[in-house]
């Protein structure tokens, strides 16, 4: 069922991008969960996903979805700029503004390296997350099983092109490759090897950040600093991106409670909304069981402080 209660957000990056975004559910919620979506995509991909969570905890949550740069309804960078993925981290922290009470942030695919690199510029923010819900999750570039490898190669090759004479063509050869893209998730849907949003993307930044994922890793000291947030990583074995094993990596370096959906490919949160959602919840529930331990500590210590005091 459709959400009703949505307000549309529109959010100013750090260096002025116009950040687009809807929050679903109340604007001053005692818990919000925050989505990132992966290259390709865009907020809306989350639809399926988002009505299951609404209807299940009744619209008492604050949901909020949103388009990263050059991708759907945001704003695009000037062309010689060269997105990167600490622009993303800084978005994210952006859109963070907008969450209330305990936030639970959701990824898919490579939004939880947009979510590593958050970790890495932002520790302490990071660390007070109330909770992590990583699908078809890898710290380092997806491995692309399914992809011929002269894609690989043909991604380099473009991003050799950036910012010099052959600027423009480098992004017709991204827009052509998108377009591919995008047909095929329109013919297999859910199953399609890659998901993809309702809009296509800017092809400089796709281009830029396809390289920055590329180069980027999930080191000992980031792994280190999610620890303490509670972690779920969910992926199907049948993944044809993200391999299981690469998302499995993931989770034993940040000490996730891990679950592998049989029969489902790359597009799980959309695929299996419900299986999704139910993971979702029990973040949340983790995260309502923190702030009850915590407030009976506060209270006890107050007990505490009063008590010393007595005459």
């Known amino acids: 069922m459709p959400i009703i209660d949505t307000s549309p957000l529109a959010m100013s990056s750090s260096d002025g991008l116009m950040l687009a975004g809807d929050r679903c559910g109340p604007s001053f919620a005692a818990a919000t969960v925050v989505y990132v979506h992966g290259l390709l ?3 809306s991909w989350w639809q399926p996903l988002t009505e299951q ?3 299940r905890l009744d619209g008492q949550i604050a949901q909020i979805v949103w388009d990263q740069r050059g991708h759907g309804r945001s704003g695009r960078p ?4 060269e997105t990167t993925l600490d622009h993303l981290a800084d978005d994210l922290d952006t859109v963070l503004t907008q969450a209330t009470g305990s936030v639970v942030l959701v990824t898919h695919s490579a939004g939880s390296m947009v979510a590593a690199a958050y970790a ?4 302490a923010r990071a660390a007070a997350l109330s909770g992590l819900v990583l699908f078809n999750a890898t710290g380092e570039f997806p491995e692309f099983p399914a992809l011929p490898r002269h894609f690989m190669t043909a991604a380099t090759r473009i991003k050799g092109l950036r910012h010099g004479k052959l600027d423009h063509v480098a992004a017709a050869a991204a827009s052509v490759a998108e377009r591919r893209f995008r047909r095929t998730a329109r013919r297999l849907g859910s199953k399609a090897p890659l ?3 309702a809009r296509p993307g800017d092809p400089r930044v796709l281009t830029d950040l396809m390289h920055a994922y590329r180069h980027f890793y999930l080191n000992p000291a980031i792994a280190a600093g999610l620890r303490p947030v509670p972690s779920f990583v969910v992926t199907g074995d049948r993944d044809r991106v993200v391999s299981a094993t690469q998302s499995t990596r993931f989770a034993e370096k940040i000490w996730a409670d891990q679950q592998v959906v049989p029969g489902a490919g790359h597009s799980l949160p959309r695929s299996e909304p ?3 959602a139910e993971v979702i ?4 529930d983790v995260a ?7 407030l009976l500590l506060d209270q006890d210590g107050e007990l505490a402080t009063d008590t010393d005091g007595t005459p």
């Open 281 to 284: 919840v029990a973040a949340l």
């Open 53 to 55: 969570v609404h209807d």
């Open 288 to 294: 309502y069981r923190a702030d009850v331990d915590q």
């Open 78 to 81: 000037h062309r010689s700029v």
């Open 120 to 123: 890495q510029r932002y520790p």
């Open 41 to 43: 995509c865009d907020g």
């Open 195 to 197: 998901a993809t949003g």
């Open 274 to 276: 419900g299986i999704a």
